[in-house]
């Protein structure tokens, strides 16, 4: 047989405390020390185990700052003259036509910088030289080659790819 028993709640209705006591003992998250993982900061040493896994609970995250630029890797000329053996051997450099042929983004740099003195010709292409490195290499019979580098868009440019019809009908 089916027994209908009614709930708790609903049998202490009217009672303002529901059997807990003073109104103020469980009045809100206090009670129970915040909401969610409240006081689990840095000296919260009951609940770190639990947030161990998470890695990015410390610390900042999510934004970058405006007009900070990567950073510059850089490598002297003379690094080329010391480890060119090396480099043929492991295929990162190529000898075409008398030049050594060097792309700089394979070796994990970015930018050349001129201490040193070349005996060889080079052909190296980077996003960018520093002036005595270019010189350097063009007085030593190389070539040095600049990629382009990403510029970001202007607002200028923005402004003009996105007119509506009646703004340039008001411009005529």
Known sequence: MVVNKRKRKSRRR????HGCGSMKKRRGAGNRGGRGMAGT????????????KNQ??????????KGVSKPTKAVNLNYFEEKLEKLL????????????VIDIKDLGFNKVLGSGRLTKKYRITSPSFSKKAAE???AAGGEAIETEK???????????????????ENEK
């Open 150 to 168: 990403s510029e970001p868009k202007k607002k200028e440019e923005k402004q003009t790819a996105e007119k509506t019809p009646q703004e340039e």
């Open 14 to 17: 009217g009672s303002t405390t």
């Open 136 to 138: 350097k290499i063009k």
């Open 41 to 52: 900061g840095k000296k919260g040493d009951a609940k770190k185990p639990s947030i161990w």
């Open 89 to 100: 051997a492991k295929k990162l450099i190529k000898k075409e036509d008398g030049f050594y």
């Open 56 to 65: 990015k609970y410390f610390g900042k995250h999510g934004f970058k700052k």
